[in-house]
């Protein structure tokens, strides 16, 4: 009897009970009715302890970071960076917006979050300059969901958790394909800019840009470090170097960046320079996350405090945006963001118990095997599935019901657990703008003043895009696997 709990908790979301309700009330009832009033209480248990977990404390700290960098102004400084870069072409704001998204996806790692944030600046220039505003709202939904792709990513740390699997190599994994997903809408971009005579653009460098000298400098130094560091990477690769020898070459190198970048300083105007350092500090969150989890400095939940540490330091004492009298609300903010999220991972643990005991995993491998033992055939079938469940529920809950379920399949007939879990991450994180109930799409709507029909029939071509790209990476594993496997994350 146990096996109809995923029936009924379907039949709870669609009469319009909360998600975090139905987790916990649909395999309640059942386990009620099917006289194990015992094993309720282990259900209910499992809500704190589901919680209770090192490596989801990574969430609510990425959450605080997020909210920190978009009070202190990072969002508009990345808003202005992307301007600068993709401005001048055609359909020149609809490529900032997907640029931005990009940007600041190394920043939260939430889709919504890049929703509210770029959309409430993006829309309304958007439309001033001629698009109309569902095209705008479906532009900012469609390339919101790259947050969760490219790492950090709250979605993928929650799948490790579940899964057992490494956060770090899950992060590597969805660096191609956020990038993909980017270039892709790009593209798309580009082909009805002439068909529906989107608005021509010229590079857009608002002039006599300022800078405070203490962002000057830190800005200054860290360009250098960070193409010093690069170089050193590309000749630690060919060469063994270490102790004193390294040392002196990476000194070397640092010389050679500065000379790199001032002779740099003549190709572009000095309002260009500056936009682009501006953008400089922000972007270095993605870089120390990453950064430090490669190289194994701190672990990833250790990586999200000090993402934090580093946006108080930044809108403190660098960019001057945040003050004392700004950190309440910003907790705030915060902190009901994660409780939400928390709370349904809580609940979906406990739903993953009710799982064990009916059998599930076991009685839907057997049925997915008897339609066919081609493991591309299966995929195939799968990411329909995964489609279809992404345009109902959200990603997280999501991943903690059907991850225990469809990974063992899977990994079972070859497929690569660090492969099937970005081929499931990135598909239900495209669900969060797919029709009917994605939730990028109503945040969209909220923003713009849209209806979200309108929003729906307008993302239509964005969505073929995303959904080609999940195909591809779900039949060409080296694009997810290559980088974890460079960096000797993946076998």
């Known amino acids: 009897m146990l096996i109809w709990f995923l029936p009924v ?4 979301l669609m009469i319009g009970l909360p998600v975090f309700f139905g987790l916990l009330a649909a395999p309640g009832m059942l386990l009620w009715l099917n006289g194990q009033e015992r094993d309720i209480t282990l259900l209910y248990r499992n809500v704190y302890n589901g919680m209770d977990s090192f490596p989801l404390m990574a969430i609510p700290f990425f959450m605080l970071a997020g909210e920190m960098m978009n009070k202190g102004g990072i969002t508009t400084r990345l808003v202005e960076f992307s301007q600068a870069l993709m401005g001048h072409l055609r359909g020149g704001l609809a490529h900032v917006n997907i640029l931005s998204s990009m940007l600041f996806a190394g920043l939260s790692g939430s889709a919504v979050a890049d929703t509210s944030a770029l959309g409430s600046m993006l829309i309304p220039a958007m439309e001033k300059q001629g698009y109309t505003r569902k095209f705008a709202a479906a532009v900012t939904a469609a390339s919101s ?11 993928m740390i929650i799948y490790a958790y579940v899964m057992g699997e490494s956060v770090a190599a899950l992060f590597l994994a969805g660096i191609v394909p956020g990038v993909m997903v980017g270039i892709g809408l ?10 529906y005579d989107l608005p021509k ?23 250098r470090l960070n193409l010093a560091t690069l170089l050193m990477m590309v000749a630690t690769a060919f060469v063994d170097l270490s102790g004193v020898t390294a040392i002196v070459l990476f000194l070397v190198l640092l010389a050679v960046s500065h000379g790199i970048l001032l002779s740099l300083r003549k190709a572009v105007s000095a309002d260009f320079r500056t936009v682009c350092k501006k953008a400089v500090a ?34 403190f004492f660098v960019l001057h945006s945040i003050r004392l009298n700004d950190l309440p609300g910003i907790l705030n903010r ?3 963001t994660s409780a939400v999220v928390l709370l349904l991972v809580g609940a979906a643990m406990a739903f993953k118990t009710v799982v064990s005991l009916s059998h599930a995993p076991e009685i839907m491998a057997d049925f997915v095997l008897t339609l066919s033992d081609n493991p591309l055939i299966l995929l195939f079938l799968i990411n ?9 529920l959200d990603a997280g809950p999501a991943i903690i019901i059907l991850g225990p379920i469809l990974g063992p399949i899977f990994i079972e007939m070859g497929v690569d657990p660090i492969h099937f879990a970005i081929i499931m991450s990135v598909n239900l994180t495209i669900g969060l703008a797919t029709p009917p109930m994605g939730l990028v799409l109503f945040v969209a709507a909220s923003v713009s003043k849209e209806r979200v029909e309108t929003i729906a029939k307008a993302i239509l071509p964005f969505l073929a895009v995303e959904i080609a790209v999940i195909f591809l990476i779900t039949y060409i594993p080296a694009l997810s696997m290559t980088i974890p496997r460079l960096t000797g994350f993946a076998n």
Do not use: C, H
Not at 186 to 195: G, Y
Not at 384 to 392: E, I, K, P, S, T
């Open 186 to 195: 790009m593209l798309m971009v580009r082909f009805m800019a002439d068909k």
């Open 384 to 392: 329909l599935l995964l489609f279809v469940v992404g345009m109902f």
């Open 334 to 336: 915060a902190g009901i």
């Open 282 to 315: 922000p972007l270095q969150t993605p870089i120390i996350i990453l950064g430090g989890i490669l190289i194994g400095v701190f672990t990833p939940t250790e990586a999200a405090a000090v993402a934090v540490a580093y946006a108080l330091i930044i809108g």
């Open 145 to 155: 969901v790259i947050g969760p792709i490219i790492p950090p990513s709250g979605i």
């Open 201 to 223: 653009a010229q590079r857009i460098v608002n002039p006599g840009q300022k800078m405070a000298p203490v962002e000057y400098w830190v800005s200054l130094l860290l360009l």
């Open 9 to 12: 908790f379907l039949v709870f």
